[in-house]
């Protein structure tokens, strides 16, 4: 035996995660997961004007922006008790889509799939096709895919303004008002996007996607044709079957989902959605309560109180202790009726019931190949969705219900960003924010121990990696890259422990 405790500062994620693992005879035994950065918008949002949310929220994150802000409009839309038109509910859901849409393939092949061309990999016969595809700022999809999303975004700019930190959605609505030619404009940019995506991505129509229903028929569907094999999800595919992909990065088993893009036409308080809430524990779905939601600080930077709070009693105020102490991050560690839970992709494609996403769950567990798979097909459900919402506007339609004065209430914002689960949660008095909680979905997915010393999703994830290298441990990479980590949403000069070694993966 040979235990060796190594801290890796990770690179390629959105903010600072360093990452705390023993090793034993070549496989994670022990993880720590650390948001290394305090930045306290809660605290901040004390004291401002009722709709400061909107302006101030969205620069928590330069790539989750758009979600950020429909969570702040959310909220405020209860506090308000006011519900927006039916078309204005499609502009927020096409903006808020278009975002995810160009994030989830950035992600996939900048984030993900560079460390396909890592030294570890060079023995394989597939290096040299991972080199021509994901070689930084050489890679033919890489510069396809920076080009193409660039595009895409110009939607966002077109509905809102601007992209990052647009504020054109408000309490009742949205404050900009998109023309008919906006939305041609809109469509053609969607289907540009849609005909690259199904040509260099999948290989094939989203049409043919969705009619495979299993393993077996994505491996036959791999093999029909050289455009399915050749495609960068064929490409994925073969990679991730010869590197083991779906023997990697399992943690509980248990998802959580607040529900996303509400239907426009369905204005009761509690709207349905496109992509369905619940929570799912040992096979067994139930409905999804926010009640049942609480932060805990045991082993986060923050002073402590007993147990979880729910986000409307909860407390953000720092407390960074040294090493007498067994807090370790920045970042809190929500639970759901006492249970860490695991968000983004892979949750909401099994709560749209995609038979193929639960068959490889069914057969290969929640892995980093089943978790990377939900990201790259999430596309498939998403780009139909839009063009649904963009055919629907009616140029001469309502965009507004105005809110009146908010002096007083509270309400919180369910949505989803592109990694999961995100609420905000906020109360008013006299016409000024008197508490501000946030909950983005790497709180769920990166969260550190709890005060019952559970573990969070990453955590548990990286139990039983192998690791060949110590010094370049680029599986544990896959599993924390799998989850799309986003710390600058999360987190609320690090000083180390004692350790034996330190890698920086890059």
């Known amino acids: 035996m040979s ?20 090793i034993d005879s070549g496989f994670v035994t022990n993880a720590w997961s650390s948001g290394t950065m305090y930045r306290g918008f809660e605290g901040i949002m ?11 929220t969205p620069r928590i994150c330069g790539i989750c922006s758009t979600s950020h802000l429909a ?19 499609r502009i927020r859901n096409i903006a808020q889509i278009t975002e995810l849409l160009q994030s989830d393939i950035r992600h996939a092949f900048l984030m993900f799939a560079v460390d396909f061309v890592n030294h570890l990999y060079k023995s394989s016969p597939l290096f040299q096709e991972a080199l021509n595809r994901y070689e930084p700022f050489k890679g033919q999809t890489i510069i396809q895919t ?23 959605m408000v309490p009742g609505g949205i404050a900009s008002v998109p023309s008919p030619s906006d939305i041609r404009q809109c469509l053609l ?6 005909k690259w995506y199904e040509k260099r991505v999948l290989g094939c129509s989203i049409e043919r996607i969705q009619e495979i229903k299993t393993l077996v028929e994505l491996n036959a569907w791999l093999e029909e044709k050289n455009s399915h094999w050749e495609s960068d ?59 049942n939601i609480k932060e805990h600080v045991a082993c986060s930077w923050y002073m402590d109180y007993e147990g979880g709070k729910h986000p409307f009693e909860g407390e953000t105020q720092p407390y960074a202790t040294g090493n007498e102490s067994k807090k370790y991050s920045w970042v809190k560690a929500p639970r759901y009726k006492g249970l ?103 709180t769920w997915n990166a969260s550190p121990r709890d005060a019952n010393g559970v573990m969070g999703p990453i955590e548990k994830a990286l139990i039983g990696t192998p690791v060949q290298d110590i010094s370049n441990p680029v599986e544990i990479g896959h599993v924390i890259r799998s989850f799309d980590v986003c710390l600058v949403c999360s987190v609320h000069a690090i000083q180390r422990g004692k350790i034996i070694g330190k890698t920086v993966l890059s």
């Open 189 to 194: 940019l969607l289907e540009q996007y849609k």
């Open 71 to 89: 969570a702040a409009a959310l909220a405020l839309d209860m506090a308000a008790e006011i519900n927006p038109p039916p078309d204005a509910i």
């Open 3 to 22: 235990l060796q405790k190594i801290n890796i500062p990770l690179n390629r994620v959105e903010g600072d995660l360093e990452i705390s693992v023993e």
């Open 233 to 291: 999800l064929g490409f994925y595919l073969r990679f991730s079957r010869a590197m083991g992909f779906d023997k990697i990065g399992r943690a509980a088993d248990t998802f959580l989902s607040y529900g996303a893009v509400p239907c426009p036409d369905n204005n009761s308080k509690d709207k349905s959605n496109f992509i369905p809430a619940g929570f799912f524990n040992e096979n067994q779905l139930s409905e999804f309560d926010q009640q």
């Open 340 to 442: 860490s839970a695991e968000t983004g992709p892979l949750a909401e494609m099994l709560f749209l019931n995609n038979p193929l996403i639960k068959d490889s769950i069914n057969n290969k567990g929640a892995s980093v190949f089943s978790r990377e798979l939900s990201r790259i097909l999430r596309s498939t459900i998403y780009i139909p969705i839009m063009k649904k919402f963009l055919i629907e506007i009616n140029e001469n339609g309502q965009f507004y219900n105005p809110p009146g004065e908010i002096i007083e209430g509270e309400g919180y914002g369910l949505t989803h960003a592109t990694r999961g689960a995100l609420g905000h949660w906020v109360k008013i008095q006299d016409g000024l924010i008197e508490h501000y909680q946030i909950i983005p979905p790497t």
């Open 146 to 168: 920076i080009k193409e999303t660039k595009k895409l975004l110009e939607i966002i700019a077109i509905i809102g303004g601007q992209w990052p930190h647009s504020t054109y």
């Open 46 to 56: 004390k004291g401002r004007s009722s709709l400061d949310g909107l302006v101030i």
